[in-house]
């Protein structure tokens, strides 16, 4: 039995959490063989566009290390974000609309988490069969492509530089199979819905990316990601070590605020009145999860998912 299958015999279930009207918190969205996955591709962006310390406008460096996937305009710190990848992955789009759909699919709420969702309190519907969560060969002919697809696998498009042709595991499927949008209109009820829901889960769809590496000394200090014409929700994934993470308010840096603890493959959404909330993350928990993943000395990957209209946020 692997560390990680004997860490899972130990760890305690954590259910859905909605922190605000708009933000939810999923914990295991992503099993195993997903964050995996991730990793990998992570790592072929990387060689394509290395990571940058940011600078920001006041002539500070941020202490995270950073990579824009997606966006076609300036980033807002300029040069000294370094290269970007101009092609955001289908497969990773269609990732992002599912997170949406699935954080704000009707009746999930805290109490109402459990079982109905699958093993893992929180975990995407339908993750595939095993074989398919297994299934880590990358075709290298179109008809293998097209036969992966078929069976749910998501693929970069061909050509796309850096990104590789694979198809993706069926885990890392689009919406396929996920709640149709017009139940989104059953979750009056449920606290994390707002004025217009319906809408945003029917449109959402990313345009960019923004990946941060995390090593153990790493922070983000609180901000807002107000810097994207589209007021779409921000999708958050976690990889590797544990993080705390903070979500505050609307109005200001400080309190009141809810800490909150992101573990490897946990998903985070906040849109609707939340889109606006000031977060950071103080700190990383090294030794938590990053060795499990291959990450060799640890640390904490973060792939945000947002809908800019163009334009890259933070």
């Known amino acids: 039995m692997s560390d990680y299958e004997v860490a899972e015999l130990f760890t305690v279930p954590r259910s859905r959490r909605v922190l605000a009207p708009g933000a939810v918190h999923l914990p295991n969205w992503l099993d195993h063989g997903q964050q995996q996955e991730l990793v990998t591709v992570c790592r072929e962006w990387v060689r394509a566009a290395p990571m940058k310390h940011q600078v920001m406008p006041g002539g500070g460096r941020m202490s995270v290390q950073s990579v824009m996937l997606g966006t076609r305009e300036p980033y807002r710190y300029g040069a000294a974000a370094g290269p970007r990848l101009p092609e955001l992955p289908e497969w990773l789009m269609a990732l992002g609309t599912r997170a949406v759909a699935e954080a704000y699919a009707p009746g999930t709420d805290d109490d109402a988490a459990g079982p109905g969702r699958g093993a893992r309190s929180g975990g995407p519907a339908d993750p595939g069969t095993a074989a398919e969560r297994g299934a880590t060969a990358r075709p290298e002919t179109p008809a293998a492509q097209d036969a992966a697809a078929q069976q749910g696998g998501l693929r970069v498009p061909n050509g796309a530089a850096g990104q590789g042709t694979a198809a993706r595991p069926g885990g890392l499927r689009g919406p396929n199979g996920t709640a149709p949008v017009d139940r989104v209109a059953e979750s009056t009820p449920d606290p994390v819905a707002f004025d217009g829901i319906e809408r945003v889960v029917r449109e959402h769809r990313p345009d960019s990316a923004l990946v941060n590496f995390y090593d153990d000394d790493a922070h983000m200090g609180m901000h807002q990601d107000k810097d994207e014409f589209s007021a779409a929700p921000i999708v958050s994934l976690s990889l590797g070590d544990t993080c705390v ?12 605020y809810q800490d909150v ?37 640890g640390g904490r990957l973060n792939i945000t998912l947002r809908m800019t209209g163009g334009r890259g946020g933070r």
């Not at 993470?245 to 009141?256: I, L, S």
């Open 245 to 256: 993470f903070r979500f505050g308010n609307t109005e200001t840096r400080t309190a009141p």
């Open 261 to 297: 603890e992101l573990r490897s493959g946990d998903l985070f959404v906040f849109g609707g009145p939340s889109r606006y909330a000031f977060h950071g993350v103080p700190r990383v928990l090294p030794g938590t999860g990053g060795r499990q993943l291959g990450l060799k000395n």
